[in-house]
């Protein structure tokens, strides 16, 4: 009996390769696509929310690269600011000079037009800027302005510049030899 398979063991042998089959079986339609129309909509709806889904993340990760790279941006600018005022501490000269030839221009400006149309403008403007521009102006075209300014503008402008020299002429400078002049008087 050796030689020859009992029927007994040709049999198990055939319900297991049975049980097998039927397990694969199984197994192969879960895998495939459905058949019912319920089967196949939730496949369709699963489908279309993945999809939603792979969509809102690549939206997500164009939003976020956008605010790294204006975040990136802003850094850059804060530091471009930083250092152009950095630039513009250390060298207060440099101010000094483009705000004296902004009022040279200006005063060009004025002494260009027409001393009545001047004026005009000339009134609407700051006292010291107008103070300012009148300084850097040639006496002529600044006598022509006033003239053509209201009296009371007229008034305020001429009250400012007297005020000013007259403390340019209050600040007595010293001789060459360092000392301060002083006056006469008692």
């Given amino acids: 009996m050796i030689g020859k398979p009992s029927l007994l063991m040709m049999t198990a042998a055939a319900a297991s390769l049975s049980a097998l089959a039927q397990g694969v079986g199984i197994a192969s339609e879960v895998n495939a696509a459905p058949r019912t129309r319920l089967g196949s909509a939730i496949a369709k709806d699963m489908g279309r929310r993945d999809q939603e889904a792979a969509k809102r993340t690549r939206v997500l990760?164009?939003?976020?690269?956008a605010a790294l790279?204006?975040?990136?941006?802003?850094?850059?600018?804060?530091?471009?600011?930083e250092q152009t005022e950095a630039a513009a501490a250390a060298s207060p000269l440099s101010k000094g000079e483009s705000e004296?030839?902004?009022f040279e221009e200006l005063?060009?400006?004025?002494?260009a037009m027409k001393p009545a149309k001047a004026a005009v403008v000339f009134e609407q403007l700051d006292m010291d800027v107008q103070m300012k521009v009148a300084h850097k102006m040639r006496e002529r075209s600044t006598a022509m302005i006033l003239a053509s300014m209201t009296p009371k503008g007229a008034?305020?402008?001429?009250?400012?510049l007297a005020r000013k020299s007259a403390a340019v002429?209050?600040?007595?400078?010293?001789?060459?030899?360092?000392?301060?002049?002083r006056s006469a008087r008692p």
């Fill in 61 to 65: 990760d164009l939003r976020e690269k």
């Fill in 69 to 81: 790279a204006t975040e990136e941006r802003i850094k850059a600018d804060l530091a471009k600011r």
């Fill in 100 to 102: 004296d030839d902004q």
């Fill in 107 to 111: 005063a060009r400006i004025y002494q």
């Fill in 155 to 160: 008034a305020a402008l001429s009250m400012a």
């Fill in 169 to 181: 002429n209050r600040v007595a400078r010293p001789p060459m030899g360092g000392q301060p002049v």
